[in-house]
């Protein structure tokens, strides 16, 4: 019997390798134009489900996909503030961009300390994941918050650092659904003779991503 955290992890998965696909062409194709801005608006609604779905799956399943859900929050965050980058002088942007940057702050002391819990541990490891990959993803939400709170005070947002701005936050988003694809779960979707070349997975995925 198929349950219900089956098909959100099928889902998840197969979201995830859309964001990739769609991610890469986007990111390959000339900014501005008809191929990227419809790829981009793909990979956001792709990119946007799969990691919150990811985010419900480290919830569930935390004793096997804890770190998916700082994970999927850091995605989801990402893809919805890189639109809002490209779009902060629209009406109540700003708005959204603090409360944005309230859940990166959120996530990032989250992930800090539960890195630091893991150092403290027989093996450095928390819920199967080492201390390292906590710290590697508070990284990442330590500078989305960053650059949410520069986009919230500033008062003069040019246009140069609204597009930097935009594809900081897709390409790491981009990472992550990437390193998701690879080395995480969605690695099983590839033949099991990708699986065991050494370009796909990692001997222990979850200290790969």
């Known amino acids: ?43 956001v609604i792709s990119m946007g489900v799969a990691s919150v779905l990811g ?19 850091l995605g989801a965050t990402l893809v919805a503030s890189g639109v809002l980058a490209v779009r902060i002088r629209a009406r109540g942007a700003k708005r959204w961009f ?5 859940l990166n702050a959120l996530n990032a002391a989250a992930l800090f300390a539960a890195g630091w819990h893991a150092t403290t541990l027989p093996d450095a490891r928390l819920f199967g994941f080492a201390a390292g990959d906590y710290f590697f993803l508070f990284g990442m939400a330590a500078i989305a918050f960053g650059g949410d709170v520069r986009m919230t005070i500033g ?3 040019s246009n140069r650092h609204r597009i930097a701005q935009h594809l900081l936050r897709m390409c790491i988003g981009f990472f992550i659904a990437a390193g998701s694809a690879f080395t995480g779960p969605g690695a099983n979707a590839f033949p099991q003779a990708v699986q ?11 200290s790969c991503f």
């Open 196 to 206: 065991d070349s050494g370009y796909c997975r990692c001997p222990n995925w979850q």
């Open 55 to 73: 985010a419900i799956l480290g919830a569930l399943k935390y004793e096997t996909f804890w770190i998916t859900f700082h994970a999927g929050i």
């Open 1 to 43: 019997m198929v349950t219900l955290d089956v098909i959100a992890l099928l889902a998840h998965v197969t979201l995830g390798t859309l964001a990739v696909i769609v991610g890469a062409i986007a990111l390959g194709s000339r900014k501005g134009r008809k191929v990227h801005v419809s790829a981009g608006r793909v990979f």
């Open 155 to 157: 008062t003069r947002i």
């Open 98 to 102: 603090i409360a944005i940057a309230v």
